[in-house]
């Protein structure tokens, strides 16, 4: 029985409908842009070729989904998805094909005119097909950018996801003609396989593939350093920011500040001359969060459209793009010191006497501390032990772009557990992650803590994840007098990850060096958009993070389950996923932490905090199973030190 080829009688460039013309509409690009919420127009295409099995669908899908998760429009247009509806009728003929990459171009083209980036996956093996695709788009104002996935055809038969190499070496590709049959096998005569193959070869066996010559964009070109699907997705997004489509914050990178090293000289020999400004240990905390990429993209202590932006919608708007910043990131300054660097171009910011910063093109503006204070927190009171610093600070702000001379150390034994954002990607990058949890305390580590980390690395892996990583992230700036030091708790989480309450071979334990401001709901958006920065994907969020008790009636200034509903809600954090913390408790049935059954509540026993500190001071022992035993030596040994100092 004869193989029924599909025979087409059209031709792709004939226009067979006449009395038409194109009719221009009303709504401009810019409008579209506008309702899409861009601040520009970012319609474009971008076009992914290769051989069958490179990868592209895999990058295409994954570059669609990060841009909507940054909220950028886009959509995928997939090669096999279009022949289940707009390009049912068409086959593999070289007549089909042409048609095949004629019908695409048109849609992409409209797709990109309302303003969305339209991602195509197509073999589109002809040079001139794409040549015509590029001419459409750019005849019509649009971008055409074109991506060759040049992966090696070892690798892409190695994959073979669809079998279809294997039978092309074979001279069979039974399912194409399968396809051109209906699915239908028993039609098809194997004597005309030769017929249609002289027709119809498969790319990159018995047809040709023509690479392109000069492709704006090449990923997994190196058969011996196949790029991550992460990587090629970075690789595009960087292009699309590079030329203008998609804003700087869109790209997963890190900001830093530090003056480059062949410069610092000459910077230094500068500040110099400049006039001086000497800063507090608090400013210099914020001036290392700046210059590592905490903030990314922040550029330095913010300007006055920043901070209002942050005062009022917890987001920062610019030519960036849009980011969530919801804490204040500001150097107060005295009036005298405003009257006296007002006029110029560049100060020297100055720390125990060392130059440690500069900052260009400054601005003053007032910080009306009252406003602040009641934005920031909800409430006024002079005895919040940050407001209480805000409080005493000038009533100005210098703001301005920062360069900043050198990595801040403070030689205090635990600088080598600051490592910045670029730092931890490159370590979970060598630990092979493929998933980071983010876990931030300024508390020591009780073993209810350690169950619901241990218990969220055991849900990844159910989840699918070979090697998720816990970030075990202790913050190390200002915090209140009644808080444990930094050295002791990072003394103390040694100690729990030495008994194996938590597994130190998945756990990177590294200072987060934030100052604490006790800000709730609005700081914990702050804490979580930092840890995005150093490469985490999900963050455990507890009960009432960032809060405290009221200084003056004495009880929680927040709702202790809003800062995760926040979370859940805050504009700009949609690539983290939020893991809310389970309530453990000490179950006195089995003397250990875990987490609480409300239905054997008389079977559990809540230890606050200050309780906690309360069994320390008095040299008492915590129940058997509440934490690793040299980790409770180590809180009671500092808990009796303080007492007998304070008596």
Known sequence: MPVNVQDNS??????????????????????????????????????????????????????????????????????????????????????????????????????????????????????????????????????????????????????????????????????????????????????????????????GIDDPYEAPVSPDIVLCSDKDNINSISDCVQKVVSYLQQNDIVPFDCVDTVRELFVPEHKVTDVREEAETMPQLEITKLDTQWIQVLSEGWATPLRGFMRENEYLQTLHFNNIKSVDGSSNQSVPIVLPISTEDKDRLKEEKS????????????????????????????????????????QQLVWEQGDWCLGGDLEVLERIKWDDGLDQYRLTPNELRAEFKKRKADAVFAFQLRNPIHNGHALLMSDTRRRLCERGYSNPVLLLHPLGGFTKNDDVPLNVRIEQHHAVMKEGVLDPDSTVMAIFPSPMMYAGPTEVQWHAKARIAAGATYYIVGRDPAGMKHPGHGDDIYEHTHG?????????????????????????????????????????????????????RDGEEPPPGFMAPSAWEIMSSFYKNKAKMQS
């Open 10 to 203: 059209f031709s792709s460039n004939e226009v067979k409908a006449t009395n038409i013309r194109y009719e221009h509409g009303t709504v401009s690009r810019t409008k579209r842009a506008k309702v899409l919420g861009a601040g520009q127009f970012r319609g474009c295409t971008v076009w992914f070729t290769g051989l069958s099995g490179a990868g592209k669908t895999t990058i295409s899908f994954a570059v669609e989904e990060y841009l909507v998760m940054k909220g950028i429009a886009a959509y995928s247009l997939d090669g096999d998805n279009l022949r289940h509806g707009l390009n049912k009728n068409l086959g593999f003929s070289a007549q089909d094909r042409e048609e095949n990459i004629r019908r695409v171009s048109e849609t992409a083209k409209l797709f990109a005119d309302g303003g969305i980036i339209c991602l195509t996956s197509f073999i589109s093996p002809y040079l001139k097909q794409r040549e015509i695709a590029r001419k459409l788009h750019e005849d019509a104002g649009l971008r055409f950018i074109e991506v060759h996935v040049a992966t090696p055809i070892e690798i892409c038969e190695e994959r073979d996801v669809k079998g279809l190499y294997e039978k092309a070496r074979a001279g069979i590709i039974k399912d194409l003609l399968m396809e051109r049959n209906g699915g239908d096998s028993k039609e098809i005569d194997y004597d005309d396989i030769n017929i249609i193959l002289k027709n119809s070869g498969f790319t």
């Open 564 to 616: 995760r509903k926040v979370l859940t809600m805050a504009p700009g954090l949609g690539q983290l996923t939020i893991i809310p913390f389970v309530v453990a408790a000490y179950d006195k049935t089995r003397s250990q932490m875990a987490f609480y059954d409300a239905s054997r509540h008389e079977d559990f026993l809540f230890i606050s905090g200050s309780k906690m500190r309360a069994l320390a």
């Open 347 to 386: 100060v020297a910011l100055r720390y125990n006497g060392k130059v440690v910063a500069v900052v260009r093109e400054p601005e003053t503006y007032e910080m009306r501390k009252e406003e602040r204070c009641a934005r920031q927190w909800g409430m006024v009171h002079k005895e919040h032990p940050y």
